[in-house]
């Protein structure tokens, strides 16, 4: 009691609790997935629709950072959207200086801090938001994920959001480093739709992006005609797996 007004107060058994409700508020959102395969990064996001009366494709929850990098985020969308505009920010202030793309390390790790530094003050709350970045550098196709914390790790494969233990175990059965951007499209279909609660959960629209040797290296959103081909083999699988059981 007392230990959760502030995000500066550490508990007796040294939890954060402020961080942990920002961490409990992406839990609730829709499930984001990001997958690192041999040729580049793909993207994809549940983003559930909380009104029939919504435009179609409104209210994206994947944006472009750079012309090599992309971001979909899970969570609150005011608070990540601080975080997309902080992203470009921080790209194009390292283009400004140093005349090249910024890498993946530096972009995901200056995101990283600029979170971290909302959980050191009282004055400031912390991000109720989890981000993945897919870039294409130097280095070849990274995927980071940059959590409420401030915590930033590099992943092959990485879910956030209500679905991610679900989705984690099935990315696990993936021979991602044989994998193509183009096969991984139709994965991320699948596992989204899998995850999916249709009792529970209302309407969603399946979002992909990829960055890609297929793409030039530059983070687009996934072609409408191979979107509604990966909708449908997830559809036929799910309908598949429920036949099965």
């Known amino acids: 009691t007392g230990y959760d007004l502030f995000a500066t107060t550490f508990s007796p058994d040294g939890r954060v609790f402020q961080v942990e409700y920002a961490t409990k508020a992406v839990e609730n959102s829709g499930t ?42 899970a969570g609150l969308s005011a608070d990540a959207r601080q975080l997309v505009n902080r992203s470009r920010d921080e790209a194009s202030n390292y283009r400004t200086t140093y005349g090249s793309d910024v890498p993946a390390q530096v972009l995901a790790n200056r995101v990283a801090s600029f979170t971290h530094a909302h959980t050191l003050y009282w004055s400031l709350r912390p991000f109720g938001a989890s981000v993945l970045m897919g870039v294409y550098d130097a280095d070849g196709p990274q995927l980071y994920c940059v959590e409420p914390s401030g915590s930033c790790y590099n992943y092959f494969g990485c879910a956030v959001g209500k679905g991610k233990q679900a989705a984690k175990v099935e990315i696990e059965k993936l021979d991602l480093a044989n994998m193509t951007a183009r096969q991984a499209v139709v994965e991320v279909a699948k596992i989204i ?3 999916h609660d249709e009792v529970k959960d209302k309407a969603f629209e399946l979002e992909l992006s990829w960055v890609c040797d297929e793409s030039n290296r530059r983070h687009q ?5 191979l979107l509604q081909e990966a909708e449908k083999q997830a559809k036929e699988a799910l309908q598949e797996d429920m036949d099965d059981e």
């Open 221 to 225: 959103l996934v072609p409408k005609d």
């Open 32 to 73: 984001a997935i990001g997958l690192r395969v041999k040729d580049g990064v793909v993207l994809g996001v549940e983003k559930l629709i909380l009104s029939k009366m919504l435009v179609e494709g409104s209210n994206r929850r994947i944006h472009t950072i750079d012309k090599h990098a992309g971001l979909v985020f």
């Open 193 to 195: 739709y899998s995850v």
